[in-house]
């Protein structure tokens, strides 16, 4: 960025979003797939509130795959403009989570958790895109995409078929 060599800069970005999103693809399958087994490594305390394991993980699959936005805010000195986005998301998350945890328990802060986590990345990628004209997305990125969302499938139908086997054994 001091060089003023944004493309490079733009490449790096496209490049690491594309990595972190291939990589996290089938982490976030098995996450949402096996999130009981996953959670009863730790404690079997986690299980009973696992279904919340899936929800933050794609929460964090999100914000991976739009990448590292505030560092790059930052690393462009943009940093006012950040403090100035984040006191609206403040503003609106606090109270949304609050709510969202007192109608829903620990769902619904699970469900406040991803969408803040997303939102926040959708904002603050729309704020590098105006101000520096810098976004990680290509047409690789939907390719990725649909793999993964087929890798889903499969490993869904899979798990589908495979219960409906041993329930008949």
């Known amino acids: ?45 986690y299980v009973d509130n696992s279904e919340v394991f899936p929800i933050v ?19 462009t000195d943009n940093q006012r403009e950040v403090m100035l986005l984040q006191i609206p998301i403040t503003i609106i998350f606090v109270p949304l989570m609050v709510w969202l945890t007192y109608q829903y328990g620990v769902v619904g802060l ?14 603050e990628l729309a704020l590098i895109k105006w101000l520096e004209d810098l976004c990680p997305f290509t047409r690789r990125h939907i390719k990725v995409l649909l793999i993964g969302m087929l890798m889903t499938g499969v ?12 329930a008949f054994i």
């Not at 993980?57 to 790059?72: E, K, N, P, R």
């Not at 490993?155 to 041993?166: A, C, D, G, K, T």
């Open 1 to 45: 960025y001091n060089d003023k060599q944004m493309q490079t800069l733009n490449s790096i970005y496209k490049r690491t979003s594309l990595l972190v999103m291939f990589l996290t693809i089938p982490l976030l399958i098995i996450a949402s797939i096996h999130h009981s087994d996953i959670l009863m490594l730790f404690s079997e305390d």
């Open 57 to 75: 993980a794609f929460g964090q699959f999100v914000a991976g795959s739009i990448g590292s936005v505030g560092l790059l805010l930052g690393m």
């Open 110 to 123: 699970a469900l406040g958790t991803a969408l803040l986590l997303i939102s926040n990345n959708i904002a």
């Open 155 to 166: 490993l869904y139908l899979s798990q589908v078929y495979l219960n409906s086997i041993s």
